[in-house]
């Protein structure tokens, strides 16, 4: 595993309520969610880059607001049609 250092103003962590490890871990679920959203990341692979189970992630997208569904219903009725 790569291990990477970041400098964050003390504030920051402060204003968010945040330890450096949970926010750590916040940080890393953003980016998961953010990765996933874009179609970037599977559902798997951004499980694993949260440290969570894919489980736990699909219930994380709720927070953040994101759609477990990489399709939309117009996608899938678009597929649908086709076939």
């Given at each position: 595993m790569?291990?990477?250092t970041i400098e964050m103003p003390e504030?920051?962590?402060?204003?968010?309520?945040?330890d450096p490890a949970s926010f750590a871990k916040e940080l890393r679920?953003?980016?998961a969610v953010k990765w996933y959203e874009m179609h970037i990341v599977s559902q798997g692979r951004a499980a694993e880059i949260a440290g969570l189970s894919r489980a736990e992630f699909i219930a994380a997208l709720s927070r953040f607001?994101?759609?477990?569904?990489?399709?939309?219903?117009d996608e899938i009725l678009e597929d649908a049609r086709r076939e």
């Amino acid at each position: 595993m790569v291990q990477m250092t970041i400098e964050m103003p003390e504030e920051t962590l402060a204003a968010l309520h945040k330890d450096p490890a949970s926010f750590a871990k916040e940080l890393r679920l953003a980016a998961a969610v953010k990765w996933y959203e874009m179609h970037i990341v599977s559902q798997g692979r951004a499980a694993e880059i949260a440290g969570l189970s894919r489980a736990e992630f699909i219930a994380a997208l709720s927070r953040f607001g994101v759609s477990p569904f990489q399709y939309s219903a117009d996608e899938i009725l678009e597929d649908a049609r086709r076939e």
